[in-house]
């Protein structure tokens, strides 16, 4: 595919029409923007935001917890982050497990306690 610059990588990671082999290309790259936008992309394979999720960059992660093609095993894992903003992030994701919500309900923070009760 030859060299990308950053702009373009970061359109194509946020294009919703970008196959997806060159989404899991783009999944490694070294930014974490780039990153970001491919977790935030619904044609991203299940398989790449089960690996974006476990990203060291906190936006990287709070966009898998968000987006709605997240498999839910990935969003019971996600929902027991140390940052209360992915739990929270899990929260406000529609497909979100019941059961998960149900424990968050309890959580230590106000705001991912107060969020599962939408």
Not at 21 to 34: P, Q, R
Not at 58 to 87: C, E, G, Q
Not at 88 to 98: D, F, L, Q
Request: aromatic letters at 6%; one cysteine or more.
């Amino acid at each position: 595919m030859g060299v990308l610059s950053y702009d373009m990588k970061v359109d194509l990671a946020d294009n919703h029409s970008t196959p997806t082999e060159i989404l899991t290309m783009l999944s490694m790259d070294k930014s974490w923007d780039v990153r970001n936008k491919v977790a935030k992309n619904p044609n991203t394979p299940t398989e790449i935001l089960a690996i974006l999720s476990k990203d060291e960059a906190f936006y990287v992660k709070n966009s898998v917890a968000m987006n709605l093609h997240t498999p839910k095993k990935v969003l019971a894992k996600l929902s027991k982050d140390k940052d209360w903003r992915i739990r929270y992030s899990v929260t406000m994701n529609p497909n979100a497990p019941k059961n998960i919500l149900a424990i968050l309900s309890t959580d230590k923070n106000y705001y991912v306690r107060d969020s599962c009760s939408r």
